[in-house]
């Protein structure tokens, strides 16, 4: 077990492209971590460093204390757990799950049982002689978990664990990963695109944007205060609503439109008279009703979509399409009249100029071991 | 190794076999169901012309000499097996036979395990010269080796190394070194990177990583180079003729000369010495066609 800390950590590779920027990050003992981004904003470099399979350029990448910064992989203590899952072809399960212990001149009896006890622990019993071409790919994913597991290291690096996975198994595979994580309690570093994937497992997450880190918190912290429009776009299942605002005589309105919004509860006091701004809204957050109401937007319901409980409704308002979800059986009708409403609790503010959220409470908003990128909402608060 | 060996690899690859579109066949038109019947026409008319004469050699074996000439085309009269006997044992067939063994084994094994280790690099790690050192291995195959017979015989001559067989291995392990790296490269870096991460981040040494993660996943490429270094080098006649004087380090090719004489020669007993020559390589082709088909797909495909 180990914390992984970070201290000025940065990759940059030989043509000039820097994947991982300066970045400060300290992971707990036995925290499941996720790293979220779109592609290319550095994730997989930095769980790549992490494990040692790329050289940090510059800063020191702490493991439980003691620095790993040029240890080679081999040496750090880490297990990986592929996107492919890297089985060797030409081993069977119990081979493949028992190379590590091969490498660590584990004799062969007792390794062989290790990887039968290990297999056994994720239901792969029946399976031990199988080449991983006979195997499917929730199967594969076990054994190389199994690979990983048995080897007992300080810190599990996952590099996409569900991607290669049908929706459905998906799911299942989302929930076992979580309790196997919380049986084992080793600190886990897993690198994810999905946001929805990031919010069900991680203890704690990172959402990074080229090479920085935009946010870190618990993926409750990340989902209801996104420190700026990219996080606040990025989380979610349905994007948030950002409508574009200004804000009114002596900073107690938003007016959208010729329509005047009450200021959200988050920024009350915090906005000057004129200023630009984007209220965001998430349409989980957001009402809609049939009949006018003090502060509503009024615009034509556009487009419905069934999401099953509930169903997603695009009203548009002038230029602006607003989205909002309503429970079943409380669907308006396409093209009537429509009045929408961003609930004043859970609405927040963004400033034009930076794209920050606007906030009059920066203890909450910034996680515990912030990176400087992630702790700008502090400057944010303090102006 | 030439551009012929390179063509003949393209050869081996076209006549692999081909999925056959049998689902929904008959509702196809007309002219889609005449292709693969005129192309099954081709291909078994070249198998014809290839497999003929080695057909006549092996009736001819069976037959003598005056038989021969009086119908060439004939069948046997009786099952004669005598010519064998002449060839192994009064033409010393035997002792041909075990030199071209072991000439033709050492030098492929000590070309594959060069070869093996020499493309590795190349294939899997990107290093300051890579491209330099790939196109040394390229300029091998541009070459012909027997181009450069007079410096290999003064160099041989200067190691003390002439009608050797092991100085014959040396240089016919060297002929196959090029074409084998560039084959085994390329499988190499067909492999996945994360294969060999997974095994770095275990803890697993860089010869442990090439030893027992590479090395059993390009099986299929060493049968394919062990094919295409031995089956020139059992057939080779030009090395041994400069190279080796001694009778009895002979190989099998300088052996069947001396059933060429100079007024006459006697078919059945040559017919019976290429029969001979012949046996191992089909047997090795026969056993080895699917890993070389899969050897040669998975690797030059990529």
New interface residues.
Partial sequence: MASIEMRGLTKAYAGGVVAVNSLDLTIADGEFFALLGPSGCGKTTLLRTI???EQATEGSLLLNGRDVTTA?????D???V?????L???MNVNENIA??LR??KVPSAERRAKAEETGAGLGLSELMERRPGQLSGGQQQRVALARAIA?RPQVFLFDEPLSNLDARLRLEARTFLKRLQKDLGVTTVFVTHDQAEALAMADRMAVMESGHIRQIGTPSEVFHRPVNVFVANFIGSTPMNLIPARVGPAGESLVVASTSLPVPTSAVGQLAEDEDVLLGSRPEYTDVSCSEGPGALRGTVAVLENLGATALVSVETGDLSVQAVVPEGEEPAIGAEAWVLPQRQRALVYRVTDGLLVSRAPDESAGAGAAPDAGSATEVASA | MTTADLSRVHDVARSAPRPDNSPGQSQKPARDRVAPIAIGLLLWGYAAVALGPLLLMLVGSLRESRDIFDDPLGLPTSLDVSNYRTVWADASFSTFFLNSVIVTVSAVALGTVVSLLAAYPLGRYQFRGAGLLSAYFIAGMMLPIRLGIVPIFYLLASLGLVDSRFGLVLVYAASGIPFSVFVLSAFYRGLPAELEEAARIDGASEFRIFRTVMLPLVRPAIATVVLFQLVPLWNDFFFPLVLLRSTEKATIPIGLTQFFGQFQTDWAVLFAGLVVATVPLVLLFLVATKQIIAGLTAGMGK
């Avoid at chain 1, 080679?72 to 750090?76: D, E, F, T």
């Avoid at chain 1, 592929?82 to 890297?86: E, G, I, M, N, R």
Wanted: charged share 10%.
């Fill in positions: 494990a040692g399979l080679p992989p081999g040496k750090r880490v297990a990986m592929f996107q492919d899952y890297a060797f072809p030409h190379y590590p490498i660590q080897y």
